[in-house]
């Protein structure tokens, strides 16, 4: 095997680093993967290591396979001892080992997801939460992982993330506490234990972590800018004394911060790890010289940063294209002709990805691909009017327009605690399949038929529903949206929804879309239509790959992926950057974010941004340009107008 001939010299340098502590700073499209592989072969054919000695930790297990058996194809030895794969997966197999020694049994189970919910729901009963507003159990279990991966003070999460809701924070404090006892209680273990444990085992047990630190010679670690706190302490560990580490990542990907990764791991290795050896990967392999460019400024805003510049190994193409639109259905118009355009010269729709910042974002998008008949895949979930908190909304509207939607009562009164399917439908028939809840009298006769934990609820959502007639809103469903969610649905996704801000900002895009209609009645039949259209879409036959049509995705679903064509939607200011992040943390990591986003195209880059957006109170607002489009410089780009 010739590693000179089959790298290039930055590439080269970082697989043939000598033994120490190594951090890799591989830019975007640079050949990271390959480079990991290559020091896996490296070690055992030049430096006589044996490839069980090699500890290799990823983010999943597909990648850490991917990368084991291309190793062992390079070398015709087997690399995989067990041990690597993702942090979880070593974890667990430490433990199986040990885990006496933290308190458990060695046949400790590992609770799924639905089992972990079950075990912390029985908690939450057992402390007669009932009575009172609590979170569900997938809400918490995501805030304790969160948590537990930063090593941070729970009682201050707690504080932070309930302050502004009705929710107990004390409670929720001795829910945990009950949860952790009756997981010792039944030997049992959920996913974020493992890390946990397994950081203990190894602090607590001098004599096992010294077995593991001569076991294991070298460690390599890939996309260490995602790593968190827990996820460092326990590969520091694992390095002393030898201190054979090598990181691979990019601080200018690093996007992942709100689910605990903490990216100082990665700008801060040199500190931790005295004597680091460092090496840049920045020929890129992906994308044209002029993307490039425009990616290269993007990311200079950013201060805290290690400085490197992208190079191309490609020809020159076309200069990226900012377009300015009017607004957002200009803006979807623009986006599918041009995409009609890039697929007639040979552009398979599939090699197409239109990227945004947040879900709602692509909501005139999708309005507009179903009208155009254009069929399309939404990567990053389901499409807008799919999701569960759009759906849940939208029901109000479906019951006001037509009191005999039974689907749109028994989704609604199952909002409410207590409350299920066959007592939905249970109450449903009681009103003998026609419900007008814009009659006073109606509400007080379901009032007696709810159980009593549902009645608070229900006396929330009421006023909703009576305004409808009384203040004639039958010609603004935003407003009607609106005082749902600040009388009831507001709390409810605190108290349902890990991610209940992200949620939030869609409700709001959801009810800023509907001025568009003149009436419920013209929003809902436009709805349906979408739908009905996309469901059609869905279902059509496929026999290419071409066939699959446009890729719709949100930038942080989109890292690591590329594709021939990129669009960026509403690069304005508060939408990208997106005002919530920057007003709590800045806009270091939304700017990183736009990198990824340009980083993605490989032939042709379309930043869009609209020049106006029509709010629920009827009003019009000039929307700004991106601060990141105003950071490139003129010559990088071509201007255009989308005028649809």
Partial sequence: ???????????????????????????????????????????????????????????????????????????????NSGYSGTFHSFANRLLRSHADQVGFGRDYTILDADDAKKLLRTCAEELDVEKKKFPKPEVLLSLFGVVSGRMGDLTAAVDAQFEYSEVDADLVLKVHARYQERKRALNSMDFDDLLIYAHKLLTQQERIRTFYQEEFKYVLVDEYQDTNAIQAELVHMLVQPHGNLMVVGDDFQSIYSWRGADFRNFLEFEKTYPGTKTFKLQINYRSTPEILEVANAVIAGNPEQFQKQLSAVRDPGSLPAMVTVHDGSAQARYVIEQSKRLHQHGIAYSEICVLYRSHFHALELQMELARAQLPYVVTSGVRFFEQAH???VICVLRLLVNPSDELAFTRLIQLLPKVGEKTAQKIFRKFNGRINLQRPEVHDQLLATLPAAARPGWEEIRPVFLAYREEQLENDPGEVLFRF??????????????????????????????????????????????????????????????????????????????????????????????????????????????????????????????????????????????????????????????FY
Avoid at 36 to 50: D, M
Avoid at 539 to 546: F, I
Avoid at 607 to 629: E, K, N
Wanted: some cysteine.
């Fill in 390 to 392: 759009i759906k849940d």
């Fill in 1 to 79: 095997m010739n590693f000179r001939e089959e790298l290039n010299e930055e590439q080269y340098a970082a697989v043939t680093a000598p033994d120490g502590p190594t951090l890799v700073i591989a830019a975007a499209g640079t050949g990271k993967t390959r480079t990991l592989i290559y020091r896996l072969a490296y070690l055992v054919t030049q430096r006589n290591v044996q490839p069980w000695e090699v500890l290799l930790l990823t983010f999943t297990n597909k990648a850490a396979k991917e990368m084991l058996t291309r190793a062992e194809s390079l070398v015709q030895r087997r690399f």
């Fill in 485 to 642: 969610k600040k009388a009831f649905y507001g709390e409810y996704m605190v108290e349902n929804f890990d991610n209940h801000k992200f949620r939030a900002e869609d409700f709001d895009g959801l009810v800023d879309f509907t001025v568009k209609f003149d009436s419920t009645e013209a929003f809902l039949s436009e709805i349906a239509l979408l739908t009905n259209m996309d469901a059609e879409s869905a279902n059509a036959p496929s026999d290419s790959a071409e066939n699959d049509g446009l890729r719709l995705s949100t930038v942080h679903q989109a890292k690591g992926l590329e594709w021939k064509a990129v669009f960026v939607l509403f690069m304005n200011e508060d939408m990208f950057p997106s005002k919530k992040s920057t007003e709590e943390s800045g806009d270091a990591e939304e700017r990183r974010l736009f990198y990824v986003a340009v980083t993605r195209a490989e032939d042709e880059l379309y930043l869009c941004s609209a020049m106006v957006r029509r709010q629920r109170d009827g009003g019009t607002i000039f929307l700004d340009p991106s601060r990141f489009l105003r950071e490139i410089p003129e010559e990088l780009v071509r201007n255009e107008r989308g």
